[in-house]
Each structure stands twice: as structure tokens, then as C-alpha cells.
């Protein structure tokens, strides 16, 4: 079975700071890696998934996360964030394979609040 | 295009009672995922809809059951609600293996009183 710690549940910082969130995973197996953010009364939104390859992913709205497989981590970075980066944002695993389509493993989410 | 849509939005029932919910996926998807999220807690996947069948079930009991109707649209269904039970409900439609075309619908929250 696969698990997904978020370290952090909330991370304030200003407006034009950079932000790290991160994400350790525990598997036997391979997995791939996700961030998904959460806008208030929203559904999930894919911001970068990792699959394969170069283990830095960039994704969406300025955002990137580095895999590394040594540490279990999937951390998710962002130089300069903005007021409308405030969200929640969750890092899920998901073990490859046809029937496991859609079967993600979600942390606990953390709550990013980005300060004028 | 209508992405993935959900019904009703809001929902309140009581312990004991039953309740149906409801999921349109996106055009074109034909694999249906229903997740539990309760409040403070990421998503918890509850089972996976394909070709009308369940093919993969989370750690939930038989009070969750679901159904996929030809058109790819699904519903999920708690028989004797719980308190617990309360949550937001979210619905995930996808085709082919295609993570980049996982999509979310905005939930149905579900309150148990």
C-alpha cells in the first residue's frame, strides 16, 4: 500500500515570496507523484504530475516539484507567489497499472495563504 | 465542453437514512472515481466505475455501493447513514490511462445530522 505524509497542514508567507511545500510518500513499489490544488468550493485541479524522467516537473501557474527517489519526497516549489495562490493544495501517489487509473492516495493537504 | 458535474450540491439527511448521489462525467471520459473528503482530510478514494462495473474499491464498507449506467454517468449510494458520514463527496472522471485527463468535479457536500 502506498502513503503520503504532507509536512506541512498550513504555510503562510507574503505576496512575491517564494513557498515550498512538501510531500514524502511511502510505497514498495514505484508510484507516480501528483499536486493538485483546491480552490475554495472547487473541485481538484492537476497542477504537475510526475511519470517519469527528468525528475524536475514543471506544471501550471509557475509551479514545480523535483522527485527524488533517494529521499521519498515530491516536494512543490514556486518562486514568487501570488494572493491567488491561496488554495489548498494536496500531493498524491497512485501505483501504475490499468486497473489503478484513478486510484489516487491523497496526504492531508496543506493550506497555503499568501499575505499582501 | 461541461467538465465534470455533480448533484446535488448540498445535501441533508439523518442517521439511518439513505442517500443517492450523482456524477456526469466529462465528454468523451468513460471511467468514473468517487472519493470521500472529509473536513481537514485529503480525498479518500471510495471505488472506480469502467464498462459498468466496480474495478477497484477503497477500504469502505458495503453501505457504499455505486452504479454505472451506459452513458458513463454514475451514482454513489450510503445506505443507514452515519454521522461520520459526513463529507464532501467528489467525483473524478478520466479515459484512457490518462492522468493528464483526470478531472474533478466541485463535490456534493454531504451533511448527517
Known amino acids: 500500500a502506498q502513503s503520503v505524509t504532507q509536512l506541512d497542514s498550513q504555510v503562510p508567507v507574503f505576496e512575491e515570496a517564494p513557498v515550498e511545500l512538501r510531500c514524502n510518500y511511502s510505497?514498495?513499489?514505484?508510484?507516480?507523484l501528483f499536486w493538485y490544488v483546491q480552490y475554495p468550493n472547487q473541485g481538484l485541479q492537476l497542477l504537475l504530475k510526475?511519470?517519469?524522467?527528468?525528475?524536475l516537473v514543471k506544471g501550471i501557474n509557475g509551479f514545480e516539484a523535483e522527485f527524488n527517489k533517494s529521499q521519498t519526497s515530491f516536494h512543490l516549489r514556486k518562486p514568487s507567489v501570488h494572493i491567488s495562490d491561496t488554495a489548498e493544495y494536496f500531493c498524491a501517489v497512485i501505483k501504475p497499472g490499468g486497473t489503478s487509473y484513478g486510484k489516487l492516495t491523497f496526504g492531508q493537504g496543506t493550506i497555503l495563504t499568501v499575505h499582501p | 465542453d461541461a467538465g465534470v458535474t455533480q448533484s446535488p450540491t448540498h445535501l441533508i439527511k439523518t442517521r439511518g437514512q439513505q442517500v443517492t448521489l450523482r456524477c456526469s462525467p466529462k465528454s468523451g471520459h468513460d471511467t468514473v472515481s468517487w472519493y470521500q473528503q472529509a473536513l481537514g482530510q485529503g480525498p479518500q478514494f471510495i471505488f472506480q466505475y469502467y464498462e459498468e462495473e466496480e474495478r477497484q474499491r477503497g477500504n469502505f464498507p458495503d453501505r457504499f455501493s455505486g452504479h454505472q449506467f451506459p452513458n458513463y454517468s454514475s451514482e454513489l449510494n450510503v445506505n443507514a447513514l452515519l454521522l461520520g458520514d459526513s463529507a464532501l463527496y467528489l467525483c473524478?472522471?478520466?479515459?484512457?490511462?490518462?492522468?493528464?485527463?483526470?478531472?474533478f468535479g466541485s463535490g456534493t457536500q454531504l451533511s448527517v445530522l
Open positions: 510526475y511519470l517519469s524522467g527528468s525528475t
Open positions: 510505497s514498495s513499489v514505484s508510484v507516480y
Open positions: 473524478a472522471s478520466g479515459t484512457g490511462g490518462a492522468y493528464e485527463k483526470l478531472f
